[in-house]
């Protein structure tokens, strides 16, 4: 009986044990992320590592129903690019290979897929990617998440000790500490430099859910908000035990609720 403990990564299996697979693989989750700054407190593939375990963690659980593709490990990353390290793609090569990478895997199959996000400014790109796949692969299902989106609110205010927060900060560092800890700088820790732009007119902009292209160095001077001096693994662990229920639940639900 095979062991999926550590969950079922496409990656790691032959052609054979794919084709044999697919009777009971019901769900694809697509990890995706950026290759981009997080201040002085976490190393540049913070968001592809921490979407890419907690698919892994999902799958444990759900595997051989729900595996996990290969990972992303670029985004949509322009407004971090003041920062060194940086890598971006164009929205339009983002969008191009999530649909081909769904459409290869529909060829052999596939028909229901889940992209899981760790990185907010890919939210606009994969939701364009999804409609693409909807209507030019037309798999019985793709939707698009961010896997920071399943904790609960109680829990996520819980765990914000500052105003400001949003990248690098305390939130995010903690959630770094339980799901991918190696690439937290522990001895580097800091507090976001904030603008004027940030303590000022950001929070009309977030009041009216006003989007304004600014560059991330417009907001912080050291790439980070909040506090990551305040981030602690017991905060991190609560977080991530609380989106993997609310979102294990969910892709049941979504099975269910689109039969093939």
């Not at 037309?138 to 765990?159: D, L, N, P, Q």
């Not at 912080?220 to 991530?240: H, M, S």
Request: charged share 20%; glycine share 8%; with cysteine.
């Amino acid at each position: 009986m095979a062991d999926y403990s550590n969950g079922l990564m496409l990656t790691d299996l032959s052609w054979p044990e794919m084709r044999d697979l697919k009777q009971d693989l019901e769900l694809v989750l697509l990890p995706v992320g950026s290759h981009e700054q997080h201040g002085p407190n976490m190393s540049l593939n913070m968001d592809i590592a921490a979407s890419t375990e907690f698919c892994r963690r999902a799958s444990a659980t759900m595997a051989p129903m729900v595996a996990v593709a290969p990972p992303m490990p670029w985004g949509v990353s322009f407004h971090h690019m003041n920062f060194p390290g940086t890598i971006t793609l164009s929205s339009e090569t983002f969008v191009q290979v999530l649909v081909e990478v769904m459409a290869s895997l529909y060829h052999h199959g596939v028909e229901r897929f889940l992209i899981v996000n760790g990185h907010g400014g890919n939210i606009p790109a994969m939701n364009v990617a999804i409609v693409r796949a909807q209507e030019e692969v037309g798999m019985t299902f793709v939707g698009a998440c961010s896997y920071f989106g399943f904790t609960g609110s109680e829990i996520r205010a819980k765990h914000t000790k500052t105003e400001h927060t949003g990248h690098a900060c305390e939130w995010e560092t903690s959630v770094a500490m339980e799901l991918a800890p190696q690439v937290v700088k522990r001895d580097s820790l800091a507090a976001g430099e904030l603008t004027e732009l940030t303590t000022g007119f950001r929070k009309e902009m977030q009041k009216y859910g006003v989007l304004v292209p600014y560059r991330f160095d417009e907001f912080t001077r050291n790439g980070a908000l909040g506090d990551a001096t305040l981030a602690t693994p017991e905060a991190g662990k609560e977080i991530v035990d609380d989106g993997l229920t609310n979102f294990t639940q969910f892709c049941h639900d979504l099975v269910r609720a689109h039969p093939v």
